[in-house]
């Protein structure tokens, strides 16, 4: 039996892919952002929100399924987008979408993904695309132009992230960006083997150190390069003007990610997009942003019924997302719970992944006296 298998919930893989990776990238995945109190308010508040069982209901022929933007889809999440994904097993990103494909699920390609949207398409996968906006605005709508041409329909915003956030880890551990080869980088990767051979050997035979596959070909530089050229650099100036203007070019669906607070939801609903994701980007931004769960009823009396609210950010249990479903979330996405799959064993990892999730999942259905997960809604929560 492959090692992954014999994992029985996420903290498990977590385990294991602490064990694969090098420690600079796994804790570039992991861990949160200065003083990392984010993350840990992440996992307070998923421990301290209770649901109130139903007894004595006919639980037979329950099913995890949602529908989400008209598509009957049968697990109620969606893989976020992730940076690293490449890094953590050879063509990571492609994995990812195929464990998305075998699950029914759609999976997001990141703006910063070492692999192109045109390759990740060939897997067959449903796929949306995460944007950040590049200063250069024409850039960012070429890129546009150029994610449509792969049959994309749904774009996700990423709003939350004006500049870099500080995480000290990442400068100690080598792996900021640009990536600093050290000494102590290659004790780290030497204790790694199995990391080293089939990953980092096989990217370095592929033609050295990957960049980032969908910046413009003049600015394209490896992850051990100087800092992005200033036309591709993150923007501080985005503004609500810029959403106007992504309505007016993108024909599809648009969702904004990395919403808080009730106002701004409300706003998005204005400015014409589909949905958002309320999300505090996993505990890896601002230190102080409050967790999602906590937000989630106030954005729902803002905007409920006027536009689909997706949710992320700490889902380690399928009762985690029941807490979010329950909390009015559509659909939950998943960022680090994949990825350690992905590292533990690859696309099979990933997919068991999410089938410990599916399972967790169902089960908390039944044991709250509910058959599908649009019943979850009208199960009373509180905070202890």
């Known amino acids: 039996m492959p090692a992954h298998q014999a994992c029985l919930n996420i903290d498990e893989l977590r385990q294991r892919a602490r064990r694969f990776l090098p420690r600079g990238l796994f804790e570039y995945i992991d861990r949160g952002t200065e003083d990392e109190s984010a993350l840990r308010r992440l996992r307070d508040s998923f421990e301290q929100a209770e649901l109130t069982p139903r007894v004595l209901v006919d639980c037979n022929g329950r099913h995890t399924g949602v529908t989400l933007f ?47 949207i045109e390759a990740i398409a060939e897997s067959g996968a449903e796929l949306w695309f995460q944007l950040y906006v590049w200063r250069d605005r024409s850039l960012t709508h070429a890129l546009l132009d150029r994610v449509a041409a792969c049959g994309v329909d749904t774009l996700i915003l990423t709003v939350d992230t004006a500049v870099s956030p500080k995480r000290e880890y990442n400068r100690h551990n080598g792996f900021n960006v ?39 070909p003049q600015f394209r530089t490896r992850i051990t390069d100087a800092a992005a050229h200033d036309p591709i650099r993150l923007c501080d100036r985005v503004s609500w003007d810029d959403v106007a203007e992504l309505r007016r070019r993108w024909a599809g669906r648009i969702i904004l990610k990395g919403l808080l607070a009730p106002e701004d939801a409300l706003r998005a609903s204005e400015a014409g997009v589909e949905a958002i994701v309320v999300s505090n980007h996993g505990g ?39 807490k979010l479903l329950a909390a009015g979330a559509a659909a939950v996405l998943l960022g680090r719970a994949p990825l350690f799959g992905l590292a533990a064993g690859g696309q099979a990892g990933a997919e068991h992944a999410l089938a410990i999730l599916q399972d967790e999942l169902d089960r908390s259905l039944a044991l709250l006296g509910c058959r599908t997960v649009a019943e979850l809604r009208g199960l009373s929560a509180r905070y202890r």
């Open 70 to 116: 008209g598509r009957d889809r049968p697990l109620p999440f969606v893989i976020a987008p992730t940076a690293a994904a490449g890094l953590v097993r050879y063509d990571g990103e492609v994995l990812l979408a195929r464990a998305a494909r075998a699950a029914g699920i759609p999976f997001c390609v990141s703006t910063q993904s070492i692999t192109s």
């Open 178 to 216: 640009p990536v600093t080869p050290s000494l102590r980088g290659a004790l780290d990767v030497a204790r790694r083997p199995a990391w080293a051979a089939g990953v980092l050997l096989r990217l370095l035979a592929d033609g050295g150190w990957p960049g980032y596959a969908h910046y413009p």
């Open 284 to 322: 890896r931004n601002l230190d102080s942003a409050p967790s999602p769960l906590t937000v989630l009823p106030r954005i729902m009396d803002a905007v409920g019924g006027r536009m689909t609210v997706l949710a992320d950010s700490g889902v380690r249990r399928g009762s985690d997302a029941a």
